[in-house]
Every structure is written in C-alpha cells, then in structure tokens.
C-alpha cells in the first residue's frame, strides 16, 4: 500500500469523477486507474463502481475512507516529527507565491505542504518579485534569469520544450524526439512576451535565434495552434503551454535542447528559515516526474540533489 494510492482514493472519493480526480492529483487517468486496481488488489475489495454519471463509492470504500485519511495524517506527522526542521511546528505560516501552471504542479504535494504551513498564493511574475522584495510573501517559485539584490535564488526543475507541427508536415522525422538542427530548418512562430516572460525565453534561444526562420510573433496559443494546423511553421512551446486538444498537430520534445526552462525557488535573502526553504525541497523531491508531470525534470545540479 502507498501513500499516494491512498491520496489517488480519496481524491476520486470527493470529486466523484475518475477523471477531474486524476487532473486534482496531477496525473493521467490511466495511471490514477491503475493504482486504484492495485489497491483494490491489495485489500481484496471493490472500492468504487460506476453510476452511469460518474462513479460512486462501495459501502466497502466508505468504511476505508476514515483509515485512508487517518494513514496519511499519520505518515505526515511522522515526517514532521523526525525531520530536522520539527521545529516549524511552533513557526507560523510562510507563503509560497507560484504561477498558475506551478499550482497545477504543486497539487500531487499540498497536504504536505499544509502541514509545512506552507500557504500557497497565485500570482504573476512583477507582483511575486515585489512581494518578495518587500517581505510580504517569503518564497516564490518562477522562471527568472535576472538577478535581485535583494533576492536569492536556486533552481529546482526544468520545464521541457516541444516542437509543434501540423501532423500533415512531411518535411521533419515523424520520431517523438527532434534536434535543435532540424528545428531550424522550419519557418517558426513563436507567442509574443504578452503570453510568455520574453525576456527569460530569448535568454536560452540566444545561442539559435540569428539562425532562426522566425516569421512571426502572436499574442494567443489558440490563434497560433491554427496558424501551424494549416500550414508549413511549426512552433517552440513549454509542455504546460500546450493545449489538451492535439489533433491535427504533433509534438516533438527538443532534445539537444538549449530550451531548459529553468524554474527557481526564490527568497528574500534576509529570510532565515533555511528550515523551511528544505522543507519544501525535500517535498518536492517526493513527486514522480516521470509518472505525474512529465514535461518537468530535475536537473542534475539542482538543489534536489545536494
């Protein structure tokens, strides 16, 4: 039995949908399905069944909802209890400012984090750093390549890149994976710095951008998902940028990729609750990439590593 099995049951529990309940926990459907199985395999019981709307727990589901809660409220405390940094549990409550698409990442880890007292708040890029700067959050999470004087920063993950083109497209290897050489050979449009951080993107296409065919810049993903459906242009996109709808397109993950979009945690250097800066890592260190966000990695220097 697993912890997130457990967290996988209690999500399809409250939102009575197999389906909003993987999105809820931050992993595909199959997988969320196949862990239910191994758990039903496991107690030798049918926790759920379909209702013709959704589906709906067994009377056996119900009975184990109250050890599936009482299990992970456990397991939390003990993690709590036996870390070096126990002592948050007399601290009080530090905010975490995050983008949108971080928050979707950060659903597999929020019990965890409530029990940090970590309180996450959405929020854009300009505010966070302001924020941060002026000591009314203590923790960011964002795509920066600027240096703060007054902010310290180290990278976490990397977000991958991808390759978008029409799956009509017949000039370009039909593999899964292309080389930055090949993505130079296409008339390329990419999203303007009115959807994108710009500034950060530019940083790591530098080395590529005067060889570059770049035709055009667009303010929407809508807009520039039609563009490329109906023509020769492919695109450079963030994995949480693309849209749930591919048909008509294929991706590629660029591979040789200078594309690394690096994401930092981020904290006013007069923060000193090192504590809870570890805390966090060691939190996310506990998400299955590979499994639940794939378009996010850990990079090899990262401080998940130290």
């Not at 196949?34 to 107690?43: S, T």
């Amino acid at each position: 039995m697993e912890i997130r099995q457990l967290r996988y049951f209690l999500a399809i529990f409250e939102e009575k949908h197999v389906g909003r309940a993987a999105k809820k926990c931050f992993v595909t459907q199959p997988a969320l399905t196949q862990q239910i199985h191994k758990l039903e395999e496991e107690l030798r019981i049918s926790l759920f069944m379909p209702d013709g709307r959704g589906i709906a727990i067994t009377a056996d589901g119900k009975k184990f909802i109250p050890y599936a809660r009482k299990i992970i409220e456990s397991v939390e405390k003990a993690i709590l209890a036996f870390s070096p940094d126990s002592t948050i549990e007399h601290q009080g409550e530090v905010v975490l400012g995050v983008s949108n698409r971080i928050h979707s990442l950060l659903l597999s880890i929020l019990p965890r984090l409530a029990v940090l007292k970590i309180r996450i708040k959405k929020m854009r890029h300009e505010q966070m750093l302001h924020e941060i700067d002026s000591g009314v959050i203590s923790l960011g999470i964002m795509h920066s390549s600027q240096e703060h004087h007054s902010v310290e920063k180290k990278t976490i993950l990397c977000e991958k890149m991808y390759f978008i083109i029409s799956d009509t497209n017949q000039t370009l290897p039909t593999e899964q994976h292309i080389s930055i050489k090949n993505v130079l050979k296409t008339p390329i449009i990419l999203l303007s710095d009115k959807v994108l951080p710009r500034v950060i993107f530019d940083k790591y296409i530098g080395k590529v951008r005067p060889r570059m065919n770049l035709v055009s810049e667009l303010d929407s993903i809508d807009e520039l998902m039609a563009v490329i459906k109906y023509s020769s242009m492919g695109s450079i996109l963030l994995g949480s940028q693309l849209p749930e709808n591919m048909k008509g397109l294929k991706k590629m993950e660029i591979v040789d990729n200078p594309f690394n979009y690096e994401l930092s945690l981020i904290w006013n250097k007069e923060f000193a609750d090192k504590n809870r800066i570890n805390s966090f890592i060691s939190a996310l260190s506990e998400i299955n990439f590979i499994e639940q966000c794939p378009d996010y990695f850990i990079p090899a220097d990262s401080l998940l590593n130290s």
